[in-house]
């Protein structure tokens, strides 16, 4: 047995984390909406494998934001790509009660990213307004198609 399916074997929460998980190579972005009228974060964990061209987007399109000056009743949005989490980390995220409202989320499968359309000189709060319209209230889930793997299809 190797170092490595050694240190799989002792986690600590392996009765809980099925071998699939444990032995996953999937990374997550991660995804973070802070509501404008509770100041909670929805907080989504994205497949980040499969889905490298659309996040790439999306991050272009938050970046174009200023979280300076938000216009009235926006969310703002936040997604961080260069630390990419393990598929336990989130799905043990996932778990976790951090906020009354708003349960994390660990979306898989393919992000059938919007088309968002934002026109040529847009300013930063025509950008986050956009953003709004498609993602505001957790919607990112709704744009993800699970796919399953060969291994599990029937």
């Not at 100041?39 to 659309?54: A, K, P, R, T, V």
């Amino acid at each position: 047995m190797s170092h490595e399916e050694q240190s799989i074997v002792k986690h600590p929460l392996m009765s809980q984390i099925s071998q699939d998980d444990a032995t996953s190579t999937f990374r997550y972005a991660i995804f973070v909406e802070l509501d404008w009228r509770t100041m909670e974060n929805f907080l989504s964990f994205i497949q980040y494998q499969g889905n490298e061209d659309e996040i790439c987007q999306l991050e272009k399109i938050i970046d174009m934001t200023d979280n300076d000056h938000i216009p009235e009743k926006c969310s703002v949005f936040y997604i961080e790509t260069c630390v990419l989490v393990s598929e336990i980390t989130a799905r043990e995220m996932a778990e976790t009660y951090i906020s009354h409202r708003h349960l994390p989320k660990k979306l898989n499968g393919k992000f059938n990213m919007p088309n968002i359309n934002i026109k040529e000189g847009s300013g930063p709060s025509a950008c986050l307004k956009k953003l709004n319209q498609f993602f505001s209230d957790g919607k990112i889930a709704s744009y993800f198609t699970e796919e399953k793997s060969p291994t599990h299809q029937a």
